[in-house]
């Protein structure tokens, strides 16, 4: 079983609404998490890191926020636009080994005028 | 500032052939890895390593092998291709060998192995 489940699966909004999409991770105990853009056909882009004692982080229009106690974590998109289409990727790190990431299967959100 | 490069970007093999996947970054970055990424699931890790001399297996190592013989250069080498190993290979790297520093992706080396 997949230590962090994303969803939904895919999204469809208009251009302007807001969204949120959901990580619900089962990695424990956790050094960080991190949220990731990306695009069709390109590698992954860092929006936010937020250590297990942190509970917001914010990028511009992006917002994270982690709930330890639960092990969730959301993403919210304010103002979507045109651009914002693409896969949000959530990222787990043990604190046994920071460097043994695990990855979400991604939210494809799409962004539509 | 070229970031973290790849190539090829594009690769066929055939079944039993061998090949070197190139990752080179231009940061001085301690940490380089290598994920591969498959349809309907996460990013899985293959290899990393935290500096030159140094590397470690992932998650999902074996048909794989890498070298760290400088600090800008991490390739991974496919020993004898299946068509398991098809996939989409993204190299990463980030400044620290631990810690929250953000990791930064190339753009990926799409293989298929017929």
């Known amino acids: 079983k997949n230590q962090v489940e994303q969803s939904p699966q895919s999204l469809i909004i208009l251009e302007g609404k807001n969204c949120t999409l959901q990580?619900?991770?089962?990695?424990?105990?956790?050094?960080?998490l991190r949220w990731y853009k990306q695009d069709t056909g390109r590698g992954p882009v860092s929006l936010t890191i937020?250590?297990?004692?942190?509970n917001t982080k914010s990028n511009g229009r992006y917002t994270a926020t982690l709930d330890a106690d639960t092990k969730q974590s959301s993403l919210h998109i304010t103002a979507s636009q045109l651009s914002d289409s693409a896969s949000y990727i959530c990222?787990?790190?043990?604190?046994?080994?920071?460097?043994?990431?695990?990855f979400g299967a991604g939210t494809r959100l799409t962004v539509k005028p | 500032n070229a970031g973290v490069t790849q190539t090829p970007k594009f690769q066929v093999l055939k079944t039993g052939q061998s090949m070197t996947l190139q990752c080179a970054q231009d940061?001085?970055?301690?940490?380089m890895s290598w994920y591969r990424q498959d349809p309907g699931m996460g990013l899985r890790l293959i290899h990393y390593?935290?500096?030159?001399?140094?590397?470690d297996q992932g998650e999902v190592p074996n048909g794989y092998n890498v070298s760290r013989s400088t600090t800008e250069d991490f390739p991974l080498r496919l020993l004898s291709a299946a068509p398991s190993q098809t996939s989409v290979y993204f190299c990463?790297?980030?400044?620290?060998?631990?810690?929250?520093?953000?990791?930064?992706f190339g753009d990926g080396t799409r293989l298929s192995i017929l």
């Open positions: 937020m250590t297990f004692s942190e």
């Open positions: 990222v787990v790190s043990p604190s046994y080994n920071n460097n043994d990431m695990r």
């Open positions: 940061m001085n970055h301690e940490y």
């Open positions: 990580c619900n991770y089962t990695v424990s105990p956790f050094s960080n």
């Open positions: 390593s935290v500096g030159a001399g140094i590397t």
């Open positions: 990463a790297s980030r400044e620290g060998a631990t810690g929250n520093q953000p990791q930064h």
